[in-house]
């Protein structure tokens, strides 16, 4: 830990997107909870926590687009361009995924280095995409969908039924329960525990020379 | 005050003309309903009331014939009337509504259940208070017209505005209306049940068998084998030959809250009492979910039903046999539910688990470094 340099990583847009987002998707999860099990919680009534759900649902498909906006109206998008060839690819994932599950324990240093246009590594890339331009506009769709089943009857029919949009609905709120609880875990193991999450409220990660 | 002293003298007239006009008689009406319909199914009979108003006197014939009160005749309502007498010997009344008040109690010789029901009932209520305006069991149903088709239509008739005034309170008031029956939130003490209802995407109504040719209820049967309700089996097997394979445009079960008994209909209660708790329906277990049954119009518009178990509601398979039917809470999947308390352990359970073997590790670590 001598020579620390910063570069600038997560500018402001993206900062304000991320934390706007994990406050909503907390604030989604637990009134999704409470939708679907007033009989078991009572943090708030039904109906309280069906339009908080919808209020706080439309706000984020809104912060979604700041999201989209920015990685596509700017170069920044370079740090989600695939890795061009599959083997190369592939061989990053094994490393990475090696280096959580084994190397961490013993001392390893993270195999990935980051840089201004390259700060995800090769795991990080490819879950983000698939999350971020699959899963949650998948989630977003129907629960816009299932917000007004009349006004959409016809998407709803398109997609097989009320109850397959909702399956999926819940489906992915599953995967994103389980996401949000590891997440926060797997950005501590920076440098130090704090060093990435400092980084998204600063902008700035510090990386060895 | 008598108001038929004026037709005494041209009642012989009168019943001449009725049999010269008298259109054609119809054949599943008996002689008698026919002499009655030989006056009453012309145009411009009409009585007049104490206060002036007027009452026009014609009645369908041909829609008396297809309601339910055909093979009565018209003798089983209007004992009162004499051939002989008529229609000189009629009573008089002041008003339309105090001569349409009077006639409906004839409702109740032969439904003494609804009657008593109605009695409690918000409507009747009002009208001991002095509504003018407040149906009787005439106001919804009609008179010479009563089929067992829903009778729900007519409430929006009275009540235009009921659509908006629920909006003030209701999330997505409009599904809720065509999905929940009005009794099912305004009869709070009667018990509601889901009727699933088969749903035709070719039509865009429900699908009703037609009259001699019955297959519904022989089909449900048979593949109910032990006959104790369909299970999520049952019903995926009722579903596919319901629709053959290759069904360009498959049928589907489309889920409603109805009352579990139709009389009880009749028990509106004021709207103070009415239900606007959304966890009567929207919580697991809740009552309407706990009685389930499937059904198809029958030709007459009166439900063939089949009961089916509680669980269908929420069987994984639900998504291939219920599509269209979901509603949060009373449909709610155990296999989801068991899926969510993975994923809680799991990503608990990583994070607690990757910390402790760095913990394990930590010496071994010190000592590299
Ligand atoms: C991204 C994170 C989200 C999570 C974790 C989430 C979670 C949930 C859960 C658990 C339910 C209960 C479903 C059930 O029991 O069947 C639900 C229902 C629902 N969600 Fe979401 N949801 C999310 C996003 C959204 C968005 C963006 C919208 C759009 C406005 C939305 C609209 C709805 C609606 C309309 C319902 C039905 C209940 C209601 O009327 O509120 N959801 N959601």
Not at chain 1, 46 to 72: D, K, P, T
Not at chain 2, 89 to 112: L, M, N, T, W
Request: aromatic share 10%.
């Amino acid at each position: 830990m001598t020579d620390m340099q910063r570069i600038y990583v997560h500018p402001l847009p993206v900062r304000i997107w991320h934390w706007a987002n994990a406050l909503g998707f907390i604030a989604l999860i637990l009134t999704g909870v409470q939708i679907r099990y007033v009989d078991l919680i009572g943090l708030m009534s039904f109906r309280a926590a069906v339009s908080l759900h919808n209020w706080v649902g439309w706000v984020l498909v809104g912060n979604f687009f700041i999201w989209l906006g920015f990685y596509l109206f700017t170069d920044k998008i370079r740090v989600y361009h695939p890795e061009l060839s599959p083997v190369k690819h592939f061989r990053d994932s094994f490393r990475q995924l090696q280096y959580y599950g084994y190397g961490i324990f013993k001392g390893d240093p993270n195999p990935h280095h980051l840089s201004a246009y390259h700060k995800f590594n090769a795991l990080q890339s490819m879950a983000y995409q698939i999350i971020m331009l699959l899963l949650v506009p998948l989630q977003f769709v129907t629960g816009v969908l299932l917000w007004d089943l009349k006004r959409f009857s016809g998407a709803v029919e398109f997609f097989g039924g009320v109850r397959v949009v909702d399956t999926v609905h819940v489906l992915l709120f599953i995967f994103f329960t389980a996401f949000i609880l590891v997440h926060p875990y797997l950005a501590s193991l920076g440098h130090t525990p704090s060093a990435h999450f400092k980084a998204m409220i600063t902008g700035y990660e510090e990386v060895d020379e | 005050m008598t108001n038929s002293a004026p037709w005494v003298g041209s009642a012989a007239v009168l019943l001449a003309a009725a049999l010269m006009f008298a259109g054609p008689a119809s054949a599943a009406l008996t002689d008698g309903d026919n002499a009655c319909l030989g006056c009453h199914g012309q145009e411009g009979l009409q009585k007049t009331f104490g206060k002036g108003e007027s009452l026009p006197l014609r009645v369908d014939g041909a829609a008396f014939e297809g309601s339910v009160h055909a093979p009565l005749g018209c003798a089983a309502c209007h004992s009162d009337v004499e051939l002989k007498t008529h229609p000189a010997a009629g009573k008089s009344f002041d008003s339309v509504r105090a001569y349409s008040v009077a006639k409906a109690a004839v409702c109740e010789q032969c439904h003494e259940d609804a009657f008593k029901q109605h009695e409690g009932s918000v409507h009747a209520k009002r009208m001991r208070e002095g509504s003018a305006l407040a149906p009787t069991c005439t106001g919804c149903h009609g008179a010479h017209a009563v089929t067992p088709k829903t009778a729900y239509q007519t409430c929006v008739g009275c009540h235009s505005a009921a659509l908006a005034a629920h909006q003030q309170w209701l999330p997505n008031a409009a599904l809720h209306h065509e999905v929940v029956s009005c009794a099912a939130c305004h009869a709070p003490a009667a018990l509601r049940m889901v009727d699933l209802r088969l749903h035709d995407p070719a039509t865009k109504t429900w699908a009703a068998e037609k009259a001699g040719e019955p297959w519904f209820e022989k089909l449900a049967r048979s593949v109910d084998a032990n006959g104790n309700g369909l299970d999520a089996r049952e019903l995926l097997d009722l579903v596919k030959r319901i629709n053959p394979a290759g069904s360009a445009a498959p049928k589907a079960f489309r889920g409603r809250i109805e009352l579990r008994s139709n009389v009880e209909a009749h028990r509106l209660s004021d709207k103070a009492a009415a239900i606007r708790a959304c966890d009567v329906c929207h919580r697991e277990g809740a009552e309407p979910f706990r009685n389930v049954v499937v059904s198809v119009a029958g030709p007459d518009g009166r439900p063939l039903r089949h009961a089916a178990q509680q669980e269908i509601l929420g069987a994984a398979s639900a998504v291939v046999s219920l599509p269209e039917f979901y509603a949060i809470g009373g449909t709610r999947s155990p296999l989801l539910d068991v899926l969510f308390v993975v994923a809680l352990l799991g990503g608990a359970g990583f994070p607690l688990g990757h910390m402790a073997v760095r913990w394990l590790f930590r010496k071994y670590r010190a000592s590299r470094e």
